[in-house]
Structure formats: structure tokens, C-alpha cells
């Protein structure tokens, strides 16, 4: 399923690229990100060092997620709390709601989540009358809005105090100021209501702990906590590979989450929860259910791409990615924007809608050199790329292009040929300054983002023939031997000799 809607791919780019304050925006946190990132790591010392542990950690719990997970969902159990492994977002869903029928629920209060996103969780309980309410600042903006996040992290990143303002305003019935701090009081005065009458508190996992069978949240508001223990039934949704086997691992990529997202040295509330209230507990919820979700991530085991299950949901790579600083999030139509949705989500749920989507980079490599865990994303967007080639999914005028391409690169006077066609071919579409600006027929797509520099009227084999014809002998014998390296080797009387004479004699 497409969440961006019935609008295209290009139809979303062209929108995003011409939206003067989503450009703004985006350069300025990605500049705050990458420079509170590095300042943290230079703190940390060692970055590689931290790395190279950290996808260690990761590819050795993937490798052996089915024992992991078995511990985790036992000492879950053991704890008091109660476990459910769905295979995909129907079975996810359909738990949920029923454990809302159950407990005849009227309100879900929810702190983030993206696996909630992932299943579009929020609309289906409003179809059985249950009103769910994301408590995270930026998730609560964009639901009034009526959106989906367009970061990991930062989810109303693409929202100024002007239309947050609007927003508040249109959802209380009165005026708000565009005063930061005065719209800050005004959720926390919204939302505190909804933590104290809230029947089901909703959260997500960033890290289960397997050896003790405890979910682990980090946030900086405080909202975890407050939909975690003040409702009497806590679920858990927990993508399959959110696990670790233990404390000491905990520790390794709790500290490089925070430092790759937003530059902190550790948020400002980690969490770790532990089953359900026991009998000596002062507050925590009556019932805790954590549901395990695959959804697609088994897609993943034991092909080339199941280093993907790695990552931790920094961010990072969306905080150094051009493409995603030109076009924000909801341009790429996925829960999971930038490159690691351009990878995750063909894998999830298939290239049917998705197949675009690892195009949609420059290939520079910014995304792995960023990643805590050192996926190799822009090896991924090209493997996924050949995946769609082998199975034919590019425009079969695409593939004419390129069939009869390599038959020109394999035939010399084809190819020969092909270059003084392009030469005088492309000639009448530069402009005074050489370039082709608007080139015709299918260049257009190109040249319409893009300056396109002609083949040059000279190529290197021309050049190479003529230069032959001055200096000598092209095959090597003359140029080589005689002309130029043997005279030389005449005048300083060797290369050997040279050198052992200079070195010895020059100092």
C-alpha cells in the first residue's frame, strides 16, 4: 500500500522542490545534525572503534535472531508480561483492536512509533471508535495536520511556528500566538488530560534486552513514561529485529543512537521496562502485551540485503543524504524516508509501488559513511537497482537504450561511429557557453534538473592518433624506448645511476 496517496513520485518531488521553507528547513538541521553529530563523536573518541563494536553487535543478533528472540519472549513471559509474534500488519492490527474491544477502550494514547505508522494503526481504531492520540510533540503536529512524519526523528521538521500555530489554533477554536514556549504549554495542557483518561497507553521499542526481557524507550520529552505507566494495559510494538542480547551490548549502541541522531550524548529519559506492575510497584500498568512484528523483515534473512535489520533508526543517514536535504520526507511516499526507507521499504512490501525508490540518490556514499552501524545503503540502492533490471521491471525503451549501448561498446566502429554522431548530432543545442541546457527527446528529463557538456569535437583516441603522428611511433617502441625515456637515461646517464647518485652524493 502507497500511504503518499494517488499523487506520483514526480508529482511529490516537483511539489517538495518547490517549497522555499521545507528547503530552509531541511539545510539547517541537517547543518545543526552532522555538526552536534561530530561534536559528540569527537567527545566519544574512536567513532570507528564504537562502530566496528556496534555492527558487530548487530550482525551477530541477526544472525541468530530466532534464539534471541525465544529468550526475549521468555523472559518477557517470566516477568508477567504477555507476548504475541505477528507475522504481518493484519495480525498486528487485529490484536490491537481486539485487546481494545476487551478492555472497552475509548482512548489509545501513544508515545512514537513508527511500526504504528507502518500499519496505519491509528485509522483503523478510529474505525472501530477508539481515539488514538500521539503524544510526541511532533507526531501530535502532524496528526492535526493530518500527515505522516517526514523524518525518523524529527517528524514535524517540515513545519514552522506560523502553520503550527494555525494548527493549534484550528483544533482548540481560539487564536495562538506563534510564540514557541506559549505552544509548548499549550500540548503539554492538551495532552496531560489525555495520559490521566487514556484506557490503552501505545508505545514502540527502540531496544529489547533479551537476557532480561525488558523494553528499552529513549525519548527527550517524558512522554514514554507517562503512556507507559499511567494507563492500566501497556502494549508494545516491536519490530523483530529491535533486540540485543544484553546490558553490555545496551550500552554500545546506547550511546551511538543518541550521538548519530541529534548529537546528544544520551537523551534526556531512557526507559526500561521490565513486565507489568508488581504487587511493591507505585504506578506501572496493570497488563503489559508486547507484540513482535516481522511485517516484511523476514524478507530480508539470508539474502545480501540482511544488514539492513542493523540499523537502529538514528536518522543519520537522512541528516547527511542531498537528495533527501532537496525533497524532505513525504516526497518519497514511504513511513521510512531518505536512504535507508529507499532500501527498507522495497524489502518490506515489494517493488509493486516501490520500485523508484532506489533511484532516488546520488550515490555518494555520505549514507554509509554516516550509518552507527556501517550499512552498506549505497551498495544497496544499487543491488536493488540491478534486482530490478534482472527482472525487468525498467521501461522496456530503457532497456533498448542500454541493450544497444553495450552492442556499441563492444564494436569498435560502432562505437567510433556512435561518438562523431553525438559530436555533430548534439552541436546545434548548445548554448554560447557550450552547454546543452534543454537537449531533445529523452536528454530533456535530464537537462531539465541538469547542464549537459557535449562530447568534445576531439576525443582521447583522436587526440592520442594525432599526438602519435608528432612524437613517434604510438605502439610503444619509439615514444617509449628511444624518444623520450632513453634519451633520458643518455643525458643522466640511467635511471639507476641517477638515483644511487643522487642519494648518495646529495646529502
Known amino acids: 500500500m502507497n500511504p503518499a496517496g494517488s499523487a506520483s513520485l514526480n508529482e511529490r518531488v516537483e511539489q517538495a522542490i518547490h517549497d522555499p521553507f521545507l528547503k530552509k528547513s531541511l539545510a539547517n538541521a541537517q547543518e545543526r545534525f552532522r555538526t552536534g553529530k561530530a561534536n559528540a563523536a569527537e567527545v566519544l573518541g574512536n567513532l570507528e572503534d564504537w562502530r566496528t563494536r556496534a555492527e558487530e553487535i548487530r550482525t551477530h543478533t541477526i544472525a541468530n535472531l530466532d534464539y ?27 490484536y490491537v483492536l481486539d485487546l481494545a474491544i476487551a478492555k472497552q477502550a475509548k482512548t489509545v494514547i501513544k508515545a512514537k512509533s513508527m511500526v504504528s505508522e507502518e500499519i496505519h494503526l491509528n485509522a483503523r481504531l478510529e474505525e472501530i471508535g477508539v481515539d488514538a492520540i500521539e503524544s ?53 495542557t492538551v495532552l496531560r488530560d489525555k495520559f490521566l483518561s487514556a484506557d490503552i497507553g501505545l508505545s514502540g521499542c527502540n531496544f529489547a534486552v533479551a537476557e532480561s526481557g525488558s523494553v528499552v524507550l529513549v525519548s527527550n520529552e517524558g512522554n514514554a513514561r507517562l503512556s507507559t505507566t499511567i494507563p492500566k494495559t501497556h502494549v508494545v510494538l516491536m519490530g523483530m529485529e529491535r533486540i540485543v542480547p544484553g546490558w553490555e551490548e545496551l550500552d554500545t549502541v546506547l550511546s551511538l543512537l543518541p550521538r548519530s541522531a541529534t548529537g546528544q550524548k544520551i537523551t534526556s529519559y531512557v526507559t526500561a521496562i521490565s513486565g ?59 513511513v521510512y524516508p531518505g536512504p535507508i526507507g529507499a532500501v527498507l521499504t522495497p524489502i518490506l512490501q515489494g517493488f509493486e509501488s516501490w520500485e523508484k525508490l532506489p533511484y532516488l540518490s546520488s550515490l555518494c556514499g555520505a549514507c554509509t559513511d554516516a550509518c552507527p552501524v556501517k550499512i552498506p ?27 544497444g549501448f553495450g552492442t556499441a561498446m563492444a564494436n569498435p566502429w560502432m562505437y567510433k561511429t556512435g561518438l562523431k554522431l553525438a559530436q555533430y548530432g548534439l552541436k546545434p543545442f548548445q548554448d554560447k557557453d557550450g552547454y546543452i541546457r534543454k537537449a531533445p527527446s529523452l536528454l530533456g528529463k535530464w537537462t531539465k534538473s541538469r547542464d549537459l557538456q557535449p562530447p568534445p569535437m576531439e576525443n582521447f583516441r583522436e587526440w592520442w592518433k594525432r599526438e602519435g603522428k608528432d612524437e613517434g611511433d604510438v605502439s610503444g617502441g619509439n615514444v617509449a624506448g628511444g624518444n623520450r625515456v632513453g634519451g633520458n637515461m643518455a643525458r643522466g646517464g640511467g635511471a639507476q645511476g641517477d638515483r644511487t647518485g643522487g642519494d648518495g652524493s646529495g646529502n
Not at 144 to 164: C, D, F, M, W
Not at 304 to 332: D, S, T
Request: aromatic letters at 8%; charged letters at 30%.
Open 68 to 94: 534471541y528472540l525465544d529468550q526475549f519472549s521468555t523472559n518477557v513471559e517470566k516477568n508477567g508480561g504477555k507476548v504475541f509474534f505477528a507475522e504481518n500488519n493484519e495480525e498486528v492490527v487485529r
Open 136 to 188: 510526541d510533540l511532533g507526531e501530535y503536529i502532524i496528526q492535526l495536520a493530518g500527515e505522516t512524519p517526514s523524518h525518523i526523528i524529527v517528524p514535524a521538521i517540515h513545519k514552522n511556528r506560523k502553520q503550527v500555530a494555525e494548527l493549534f489554533a484550528r483544533s482548540s477554536g481560539k487564536p495562538m500566538p506563534e510564540d514557541t514556549k506559549q505552544l509548548t504549554q499549550y500540548a503539554r
Open 276 to 334: 507489568p506492575r508488581k504487587p511493591e510497584d507505585v504506578d506501572g500498568p496493570e497488563e503489559l502485551h508486547v507484540i513482535i512484528v516481522d511485517n516484511g523483515r523476514s524478507n530480508a534473512l539470508g539474502t545480501e540485503y540482511q544488514k539492513i535489520l542493523n540499523c537502529i533508526r538514528c536518522g543519520a543517514c537522512l541528516n547527511v543524504c542531498p537528495v533527501y536535504r532537496h525533497i524532505g520526507g513525504h516526497a518519497y511516499g514511504s
Open 377 to 403: 545503503l549505497h551498495d544497496y540502492l544499487l543491488d536493488l537497482r540491478k534486482d530490478e533490471v534482472e527482472e525487468k521491471r525498467t521501461h522496456p525503451v530503457e532497456r533498448l537504450i542500454f541493450k
